[in-house]
């Protein structure tokens, strides 16, 4: 029984261009969502949240769009560079623990 | 200046052994996180700890047991190792228990043969 989900596992893109990942959720109850990016043999690395009273966080090339009536949340990242290309986690909170979705796998291709 | 560190990166041992994994936070945070990454690539919680008493247990093997000494460390003991423990385990700490980022370990890869 996922609660997070990310449903394409991996995606690639034009260096560039824009990358859209995103992340669908079934539990009402969470009120804060993250993303983060993971490199291989290394630990998730926080990326972007967002509070479920708001329905956008920008941080630079960086922008996260929410959805609540929807229960989906984006990642999107503009212009995309190689050094991009990880695993993207979305997660959600609701006070106790992080629930991770499965990760999508994003390339860059210069 | 590692803010999350666990030790060891890598740990290979034989079924029945009991093996610990140290995980060490520098950044003042108040809770700490044990996860597992499992074959497909799944991260989900084990233990939760909160000023060094546990605050989520999910249903985990009682083989596994956390250790808090103190706030800034939460140790991971596996007592008669299984095949099916092999995964790779990261350690996370947060700042308090909601509406935080966690920052992780860079993951423990155990395979028990």
């Known amino acids: 029984d996922q609660q997070v989900k990310q449903n394409s596992p991996s995606l690639s893109v034009q260096e560039g261009r824009i990358s859209i990942l995103n992340c669908d959720y079934t539990n009402s109850m969470f009120d804060y969502f993250l993303w983060y990016k993971k490199y291989p043999a290394e630990g998730p690395t926080f990326l972007i949240s967002i509070s479920s009273i708001k329905d956008k966080n920008e941080d630079g090339r960086f922008t996260v769009f929410l959805n609540k009536s929807a229960k989906h949340l984006s990642l999107h990242i503009v212009p995309s560079q190689p050094g991009d290309s990880a695993v993207y986690f979305c997660?959600?909170?609701?006070?106790?623990?992080?629930?991770f979705g499965p990760g999508t796998r994003l390339s860059v291709l210069p | 200046d590692t803010a999350v560190s666990q030790t060891p990166k890598y740990l290979v041992t034989q079924m029945g052994n009991d093996k610990s994994i140290k995980c060490e936070q520098n950044?003042?945070?108040?809770?700490m996180y044990w996860y597992k990454q499992d074959s497909k690539k799944f991260l989900k919680i084990m233990f939760s700890?909160?000023?060094?008493?546990?605050?989520i247990n999910e249903t985990v093997p009682n083989r596994f047991s956390p250790k808090s000494p103190d706030k800034a460390h939460l140790n991971l003991h596996i007592n008669s190792l299984e095949l099916g423990d092999s995964a790779v385990y990261f350690c996370a700490s947060s700042q308090d228990t909601g509406n935080t980022e966690a920052f992780f370990g860079q993951g423990t890869r155990l395979t028990v043969v």
């Open positions: 700890y909160n000023n060094k008493e546990l605050i």
């Open positions: 950044l003042g945070h108040d809770t």
């Open positions: 997660a959600a909170d609701y006070g106790q623990n992080f629930v």
